[in-house]
């Protein structure tokens, strides 16, 4: 069993990899849901990680319908993502009903090649989580994230462990959202998954010493993973009895 990092900079990525994680999910923003890094960050992140590195391909917050040219935004990020060797892409588009817009999908897992897919937390707002199982399996994708479509991966166990008897070790189904080491193991036995997806952030005080009182919302520290906080998940996983 692993733990994958959703890793909104270089430090948080490397505070992972440190901390025993299984693979890094990297992204921006992860106040917004996460957002596609900057293409510095994802080198810089290429050179310096031992463990598998994928990249979240989302242009915006909000939902998951996307315009021709948020798409054409997602296929040059991947393409950046192939040409800078990353082990995989995780990415995710819906139609206006909620099925999962497979035509734009398709084109995105070509652009990848053979880099891994993971179906990220679109599926949680899909219209039909069987449905959109089915064809997040067709399109070829190695895993999906799900919270089981409820608030934290916790509350929807119950749907996470459905799909993974519907998917039959077709694809893997990942649990995401509001994972921490206090409760990952009991997740764990109560959905039968391997692999965790969670950010073990946390705020850092900021170091500024000149703090202007008019402008307090740009004086925060940073938001980020914490090493103490992925080993303790990795931990935790470890003693999670089947």
Request: proline share 4%; net charge negative.
């Amino acid at each position: 069993m692993i733990v994958e990092i959703a890793a909104n900079s270089v430090a948080s990525a490397l505070a992972a990899q440190a901390g025993g994680a299984g693979r890094v999910e990297l992204c921006s923003s992860l106040e917004l849901g996460g957002l596609t890094p900057s293409s510095a960050q994802v080198t810089l992140a290429r050179d310096r990680l031992r463990i598998p590195l994928y990249v979240l391909v989302r242009p915006r917050a909000g939902d998951f319908l996307y315009s021709d040219l948020e798409c054409e935004t997602m296929l040059r990020d991947i393409e950046t993502c192939v040409s800078l060797g990353c082990d995989g892409v995780v990415l995710g588009a819906l139609d206006a009903d909620g099925n999962v817009d497979t035509t734009r999908c398709r084109s995105l897992i070509t652009a990848a090649g053979k880099l891994g897919v993971t179906f990220h937390r679109a599926f949680d707002l899909s219209r039909d989580p069987a449905q959109a199982l089915e064809d997040i399996i067709s399109l070829g994708c190695e895993r999906v994230l799900t919270s089981g479509a409820q608030a934290s991966a916790l509350e929807g166990a119950e749907l996470i462990r459905d799909l993974l008897v519907q998917a039959a070790g077709r694809l893997l189904v990942m649990p995401g959202a509001g994972i921490t080491p206090q409760h990952i193991a009991a997740l764990a036995v109560a959905t039968g998954a391997r692999e965790f997806h969670a950010s073990a952030k946390m705020q850092r005080p900021s170091c500024m010493r000149h703090r202007p009182a008019l402008l307090r919302d740009m004086q925060t520290g940073e938001l980020g993973s914490e090493m103490e906080e992925v080993r303790a998940l990795v931990t935790a996983l470890r003693h999670a009895q089947p």
